[in-house]
């Protein structure tokens, strides 16, 4: 079972993600760092463990604009699926060997492209950005890649061909439960339930509701591979110990 922490990053800084709602996200407080800096939030969590891959969820780019431009009073916002390379270079100088799985809203085959070029990220395809379900076939046959399969609720987001067809689907899946980031609900196991069985020899992640280790252990008897968790790790719910009984 692997567990990999989340890094929602917001203006610059690690904001505290609650059940998708995006637009009232906070500067994340946490015992594990002295500041929300993305780098100084990464350095604590790998202070806590040597985790093997972060995720890194960049909202500028998620909820960026078609076009990069000023937007009232002179902001400056980036462009929907442009990452922030300059931050992505600074995690992999300081962590080498830490692989980071980023989200950056990408729509396009060239988008997506442009960030599996990044030394050492790995691109995350969230069914609610991508433009059409046969730019994730042709990313699978080319390139490694993760496809998030983003759900708010029991509502698909996303072309329905993703979740109907599981030819489209890569290797490596993330079931994103929106509405139980954060919240301390539990996972959606019964929808975990579902594509893990349809999955075959993918590996499937969860995302959204983690608890503590005995949602883990849960996770890990269904056959799920990992979990994308942040909450339990600031929280101290999911401990050091925990995590080295995991990887042990």
Known sequence: MQVIPVLDVKNARVVRGLMGDRANYRPIETPLA????PLDVARGLLDLHPFEALYIADLDAIDGLVVAGVVGEGEERRRRGEPD???MA???????????WLDAGVASYDEA????ALPGVLCVVGSESVEDAEIVRQLAEETDLALSLDFRGDVFLGPPELLEDESLWPDTLIVMTLAKVGSGAGPDVA???EIVARAGARRVFAAGGVRGPEDLAVLKEMGVAGALVATALHDGRITAEDLAGLAG
């Open 85 to 87: 390379a300059e931050l």
């Open 34 to 37: 002295t500041s929300p800096e």
């Open 90 to 100: 600074a995690l992999v100088a300081a962590h080498p060997g830490v692989t980071l």
């Open 113 to 116: 492209m442009a960030i599996e």
């Open 191 to 193: 929808r975990l339930a």
